[in-house]
Every structure is written in C-alpha cells, then in structure tokens.
C-alpha cells in the first residue's frame, strides 16, 4: 500500500490550495484519513480528520478555512485550504487507516509531504 500526496505549491496570502492524497494497493477499506502538517522548528500536528461514517474535525487554527473529503470509491482525500495564511505554511503529509486483502486489522500509513508556502 502507498499513499500518494500532491497539490502543494506557493500562493499568497488570500489563496487557496488544493491538496490530494490517494491511496494505491490491495485494499479492502480505508477508515480514517487525516492531514497533518509540520512548520519549520514545530512539532507535526494534525489539521482535519475524516472518520469512516464520522463527522470531520478540524484544528482550531483552520476551522472555516479548510474542509477536508474523501472519495470511497477512489480511495483518495482531499484537503481544500482557502484564506491561507502565512502561518498555516508548512509540510502537509496524508495519513490513513487501511485494511489491506488478507488482513483483519486496519495499519496505518504516511503519504510523503507536500510543501505549501503561503507569503504575505
């Protein structure tokens, strides 16, 4: 299983980004998927969580900013970021819980990070 993240790039303060991240392999579900993100010097935390069934959950910092989807079927997600500001730049990476064929259990996985760089 691989997790595939694109869509990072720079923009200006006001913008917006859209972030991808799909996941490829022997599937049999995904649960969870959360973007995260590390600023230079801080510690990785997460943005938004999309729980299977659940409700999306949002860090405070991003809340009515970002919104974060997924698509079943493509098993993939997305992180949409309007108004960006200089503080929300950073490397963003994808996280998801996925159940793989032949496994009764779901694991965890990285998607490589993506730089977004937002200037004033």
């Known amino acids: 299983v691989q997790l595939q993240a694109s869509g990072g790039g720079s923009v200006q303060a006001g913008g917006s980004l859209r972030l991808s991240c799909a996941a490829s392999?022997?599937?049999?579900?995904?649960?969870?998927w959360g973007w995260y993100r590390q600023a230079p010097g801080k510690q990785r935390v997460l943005v938004a969580a999309s729980p299977s069934g659940g409700t999306a959950t949002y860090t405070d910092s991003v809340k009515g900013r970002f919104t974060i989807s997924r698509d079943n079927a493509k098993n993939a997600a997305y992180l949409q970021m309007n108004t960006l500001k200089p503080e929300d730049t950073a490397v963003y990476s994808c996280f998801a819980g996925i159940r793989e064929h032949g496994q009764p259990f779901y694991q965890g996985y990285w998607g490589q990070g993506t730089q977004v760089t937002v200037s004033s």
């Open positions: 392999g022997s599937i049999i579900g995904i649960n969870t």
